[in-house]
């Protein structure tokens, strides 16, 4: 939902990101979710949800009361931390439609390999996306098709 440090908030307005997806998908139901429960909202066509993406029960609670199947699209723009993306990643991805579309936002280059090695032995065909923006030269998002 957002950034809910105080450095951050200073930049940042918390469902910033979730109300561009609203305005851009025009007919679409957008839902986020957060650790922190200060950033939680809902309001038109927007609903929040609490989730630690580090603890599968969280995750699990948290698709139970979504209690929606079929997404279209995941975007994980959490923790950008290996162990906590591929947690919400192998207890997520199931919620897709088949051709729906999950994206893992701001992978650091020298973590990708992790990334590689993972979809690898699970057989999962991915994408990787970099950036030729100088300021998230260091980063990139992984894409995968169900």
């Given at each position: 939902c957002g950034s809910g440090d105080k450095t951050s908030l200073n930049k940042f307005s918390p469902g910033a990101s979730l109300r561009v997806w609203r305005d851009f998908l025009k007919k679409k139901k957008i839902f986020g979710a957060d650790k922190n429960k200060r950033l939680l909202f809902n309001e038109k066509r927007i609903e929040t949800y609490y989730?630690?993406?580090?603890?599968?029960n969280s995750i699990k609670e948290m698709w139970k009361i979504v209690n929606y199947k079929n997404f279209d699209l995941i975007i994980d723009d959490g923790l950008h931390n290996f162990n906590a993306n591929i947690i919400f990643f192998?207890?997520?991805?199931?919620?897709?439609?088949k051709?729906?579309?999950y994206f893992i936002e701001d992978?650091?280059?020298?973590?990708?390999?992790?990334?590689?090695?993972?979809?690898?032995?699970k057989g999962i065909d991915y994408e990787i996306i970099y950036f030729e923006n100088i300021?998230?030269?260091?980063?990139?998002?992984?894409?995968?098709?169900?």
């Open positions: 989730v630690d993406q580090t603890k599968r192998s207890d997520s991805f199931k919620y897709l439609k051709g729906g579309v992978v650091l280059l020298n973590k990708l390999n992790k990334y590689e090695l993972y979809f690898n032995k300021n998230y030269s260091n980063h990139c998002i992984i894409k995968i098709i169900k």
